[in-house]
């Protein structure tokens, strides 16, 4: 199967930059999302990858490297508002393959 | 804003009970599915539907089925609930065709518990 690996938790401070990575395997893929989902809630579209380099939108920038097999979420200027669990997907052909979620705690 | 609503946020079910988790979107999606979310396992497709009355089966279908009798409304059936399917169950939609880069849009999720 894919496997999608990410880390299940991490820490940061309020205001700091935070990365959070996912390796993927590369056979067949053809994309890669970020979502975020706060506690008991519907999970919500950050980004979609699909060419090598850096997409930025705001305080959130994502990047891609398809040869590696890696992506990260780059979280700038952190507020209390961004805890969450951020969840990376890659697309294999029509599928989503989802990694266990990052759980990040900001901290004041 | 597309949303995807599912009826039950809390259900609590004995084992052998027959759940019904209904799904229903209000954007006009082709495509419909059902995960379910466990900590540390991350999401797991269990079935999708391209179209109406057509279903196919995900990653982890065994001891559940679907029904999609309607575009908008996407219904994930447990004949006969056990413990093991005590975990938290994600509808999603996605616009049509077959695109890998359609973006998924989840309902809130319905937190099943079987005793």
């Known amino acids: 199967g894919q496997n999608i690996d990410q880390p299940t938790e991490m820490t940061a401070t309020e205001g700091a930059i935070v990365q959070i990575n996912c390796t993927y395997q590369?056979?067949?893929?053809?994309?890669l999302f970020w979502y975020q989902q706060h506690a008991g809630e519907a999970p919500t579209f950050l980004s979609y990858?699909?060419?090598?380099g850096l997409e930025e939108k705001g305080r959130f920038s994502s990047f891609l490297s398809r040869s590696k097999g890696y992506s990260y979420l780059l979280l700038k200027e952190l507020q209390m508002k961004d805890s969450a669990s951020y969840l990376c997907a890659a697309v294999y052909g029509q599928n989503f393959v989802f990694g266990p979620g990052t759980r990040l705690s900001v901290l004041p | 804003d597309v949303k995807v609503t599912q009826s039950s946020r809390y259900l609590v079910k004995r084992t052998g009970e027959k759940v019904f988790l209904e799904c229903v979107q209000d954007?006009?999606?082709?495509?419909m599915f059902w995960y379910r979310q466990d900590p540390g396992l991350g999401l797991r497709l269990i079935y999708f539907s391209y179209d109406v009355k057509m279903k196919e089966k995900g990653d982890i279908p065994e001891g559940y089925s679907v029904s999609r009798e309607k575009k908008e409304r996407f219904s994930l059936i447990l004949e006969s609930a056990s413990t093991n399917q005590t975990s938290m169950y994600l509808c999603?939609?996605?616009?049509?065709?077959?695109?890998?880069?359609?973006?998924?849009?989840f309902g809130a999720g319905s937190r099943l518990t079987v005793l």
């Open positions: 990858n699909v060419l090598d």
């Open positions: 999603a939609s996605s616009l049509s065709g077959k695109s890998g880069a359609n973006v998924l849009t």
């Open positions: 590369t056979s067949g893929f053809n994309g």
């Open positions: 954007m006009d999606h082709e495509n």
